[in-house]
């Protein structure tokens, strides 16, 4: 079957197809986990929509399994998939600008760098996340949050259409006036109900930011995190800032005395103090917890503080990640987040807090699909490594620590950071009461669930 479906596939599509005996199949096949390890029997490398089209219909004619490939970010490896066909949207890359308009037309293979670069040029930008590798499609399907979210959102809520090849094969166009059930499943419904293959998004202003990192020492971790859970939420909008615990990386801007040590802190993104005497007053309260062990704030353009983390975490390592909403910090989640920060697995591993409060509550609660604007925080845990002997031990750690806070949370996770092994009930419990809408529009776009390598809504009456 793969290699008949390489021949006939070569023929439909003007991108390239690779089966396993050709040059450029183990690359294409390498996602950003390295964890993942698994063999498609044909990878479609689609030009254009058209290409999308001819590949899906293709799938459904002979019964192949269907896997779709954004940026390849996510944890589990749901893109790659042994013996199916993976549609690699990774030569869609293209984004367009109207300045005028303030709107960005944007390929579905493109990466959050892609982006951030060419909306930066007109000094504008969409809230997304944190890492320029990651792609555009998996995360705003997921919802979308980053160092933008208080002030503008989640990227769901700058999302004004998209283009989608459904499991048919056929073509709609999703927005508030064509069929609003899809556009209404697709802000946080994930891969669920088609090939987005272009996203429309409005954009906002944003050019220089300020970028400040702070560190404390593990012991101030009590004091930092009850001063943080009050600061923030109280903090202008255009004031983000992520919790951490982490062991400090070894290079500038730290200083070498504090390199590899674990520490817990806030990376923060400003939007409204974006010059030195502005940072320096927005800034000042972070001596309140405790001492800082290090604590820098500059202007930087928006696309700096976007690329940060790249060469820090590049592509090829080994993750393992779960994840939980948060509507407070409680006393007893700081206990567990002391005890999971003095046993640190692995020099990159680390627990990320992130705000999802801001702008993000001023959509309600039935808007989009993304089912907990009562959270304040979104946490993510991730176990990481540069050595694949380290598998098992960055998963006992990631789950262990799970396990322990789940109890001081809402409940359920976001969908973008949950792993592929955590089932079924997981998936109810990250769409709370979204989750049967959701299956009815899943029942009207793909009821025979052509696309389920994602954490999967299962069709209404399936
Ligand atoms: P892929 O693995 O390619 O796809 C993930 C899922 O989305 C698959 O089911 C795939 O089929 C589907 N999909 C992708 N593109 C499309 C498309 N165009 N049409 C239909 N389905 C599609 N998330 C945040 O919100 N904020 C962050 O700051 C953030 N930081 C991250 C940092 C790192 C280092 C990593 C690894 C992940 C991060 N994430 C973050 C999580 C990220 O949102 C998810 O991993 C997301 O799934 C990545 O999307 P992708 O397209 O790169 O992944």
Redesign the pocket.
């Known amino acids: 079957m793969g290699g008949t479906a390489v021949e006939t596939l070569r023929e439909l599509l003007r991108g390239e197809v690779l089966g396993p005996e050709d040059t450029g199949y183990d690359e294409s096949r390498k996602?950003?986990?390295a964890m993942i390890d698994r063999r498609p029997a044909v990878i479609a490398r689609c030009a254009d929509s058209t290409d999308v089209r001819a590949a899906v219909r293709f799938a459904r004619d002979t019964g192949m399994d269907l896997?779709?490939?954004?940026?390849?970010?996510?944890?589990g490896?749901?893109?790659?998939v042994d013996g199916s066909l993976m549609i690699d949207?990774s030569g869609m890359r293209w984004v367009r600008v109207d300045p005028a308009a303030r709107t960005a037309l944007v390929g579905?293979?493109s990466?959050l760098g892609d982006l951030d670069h060419e909306a930066h040029g007109h000094g504008l930008a969409v809230p997304?996340?944190?890492?320029s590798?990651?792609?555009?499609?998996?995360?705003t399907?997921?919802?979308?949050?980053?160092h933008l979210t208080r002030a503008y959102g989640l990227?769901v809520d700058s999302l004004l259409a998209a283009d989608?090849v459904l499991a048919d094969g056929s073509t709609v166009t999703a927005s508030a006036d064509e069929h609003p059930d899809l556009f209404w499943a697709l802000r946080g419904g994930?891969?669920n109900?088609?090939?987005?293959?272009s996203?429309r998004f409005a954009l906002h202003p944003v050019g220089d930011v300020g970028l400040g990192v702070t560190l404390w020492e593990p012991e101030h971790i009590g004091e930092v995190l009850r001063w943080y859970r009050d600061f923030l939420p109280a903090a202008a909008e255009d004031l983000n800032g992520f919790f951490a615990i982490l062991r400090v990386a070894p290079g500038p801007p730290f200083p070498e005395e504090i390199h590899g040590r674990r520490m817990c802190g806030v990376v923060w993104c400003s939007t409204g103090a974006t010059d030195e005497e502005s940072l320096a007053k927005t800034f000042a309260p972070v001596a309140e917890p405790a001492r800082p062990a290090f604590h820098f704030a500059m202007p930087v353009p928006y696309p700096a503080i976007q690329t940060m983390?790249d060469e820090l975490?590049p592509k090829g390592l080994q993750?393992y990640w779960r994840g939980d909403f948060f509507d407070r910090i409680t006393d007893g989640s700081i206990d567990v987040h002391r005890v999971f920060l003095e046993n640190i697995p692995t020099a990159l591993s680390t627990m990320h807090l992130?705000p999802v409060d801001g702008a993000a509550h001023r959509l309600g609660p039935m808007d989009t699909a993304w089912a907990y604007r009562d959270a304040v925080w979104?946490g993510?845990i991730?176990g990481i490594s540069t050595e694949a002997a380290d598998a098992e031990r960055i998963r006992t750690w990631a789950v262990d620590y799970w396990e322990a806070l789940h109890p001081h949370s809402m409940g359920g996770g976001?969908v973008?950071?949950l792993g592929a092994d955590e089932g079924g009930e997981r998936v109810r419990s990250t769409y709370r009461g979204h989750y049967d809408r959701l299956a009815e529009v899943k029942r009207t776009y793909d009821p025979d669930n052509v696309?389920h390598?994602?954490?999967n809504v299962v069709p209404a009456g399936g």
Request: charged fraction near 0%; proline fraction near 0%.
């Open positions: 996602i950003y986990n896997a779709v490939r954004g940026g390849g970010h996510s944890g490896g749901l893109c790659l949207l579905g293979g990466q997304a996340g944190v890492m590798t990651t792609g555009v499609g998996g995360l399907l997921g919802g979308g949050h980053g990227t989608v994930g891969g109900f088609g090939v987005v293959t996203f983390f975490i993750w992130y979104s993510v991730a976001y973008n950071f696309f390598h994602n954490q």
